[in-house]
């Protein structure tokens, strides 16, 4: 494989600096992003950040794919130093990565999980990295083997459920994937009141509540302890 051409070279890492200046922004302006504010950090015309970025947009879905990666490969980091028979550790350990990324990152965070940029719309190249997570938490879960508990779902929720199994061509039963579902939502939602100053004045040591929820979590998905 040949080594990328000089103009390769130079352009993503303009790139890269023009990510690393918004991501900037991001922590001080929120997410709607002003490209000429942009331009300015980097000494250049707002007209010229087009070459790289053709819309505010496409800068936006650019800094969130690079965050869902991130995101996504701190939960993987952590979750392959534990043991692979010990499923309750493997879960605890990408909830853990996942919110040890979030407080570090709290503007990409809010990128994701914060209110919506008004004007804009995720494209579908979004969708593969923001699932990252919760498809390691459903491998921990199918890894677990143990016996489905039946319970009564929905006749509309059961087809949902049955139509995300069948787009990975995965054997699982529509009862484990709705609890694996419950536990991502439980993580965000939880995730959320952190970063966002809900728990302020209600939970002093967050880490212990945290980790006694995504316990709950983990016996809900019959992970054993």
């Not at 719309?121 to 979004?126: E, G, I, K, R, V």
């Not at 919760?134 to 009564?152: F, G, T």
């Not at 054997?171 to 302020?200: H, M």
């Amino acid at each position: 494989m040949s080594a990328p051409s000089l103009r390769a070279r130079v352009r993503s890492e303009m790139s890269q600096e023009i990510k690393d200046v918004a991501r900037r922004h991001l922590a001080t302006d929120g997410a709607n992003l002003s490209l000429r504010a942009v331009a300015r950090d980097l000494d250049i015309v707002a007209s010229a950040l087009y070459r790289y970025f053709p819309s505010r947009d496409a800068l936006l879905t650019a800094l969130i794919i690079d965050a869902y990666d991130a995101l996504a490969d701190a939960a993987t980091v952590a979750e392959a130093a534990v043991p692979r028979d010990d499923l309750r550790g493997r879960w605890l350990a990408v909830c853990r990565g996942v919110r040890s990324w979030a407080l570090a990152h709290p503007a990409e965070y809010g990128l994701l999980y914060g209110a919506p940029v008004p004007g804009y719309a995720a494209p579908q190249d979004t969708v593969e990295p923001a699932a990252k997570v919760i498809l390691l938490l459903v491998d921990i879960v199918v890894d677990s083997n143990e016996p489905v508990r039946p319970h009564p779902l929905p006749a509309p929720v059961r087809a949902d459920l049955r139509r995300l199994i069948d787009q990975r061509s995965g054997d699982l039963a529509e009862e484990r994937l709705d609890r694996v579902l419950v536990a991502w939502t439980q993580l965000y939602g939880l995730l959320n009141f952190e970063v966002f100053g809900r728990l302020d004045d209600l939970i002093a040591d967050r880490a212990d509540y945290f980790d006694h929820h995504m316990a709950l979590m983990a016996d809900l998905n019959g992970l054993p302890r």
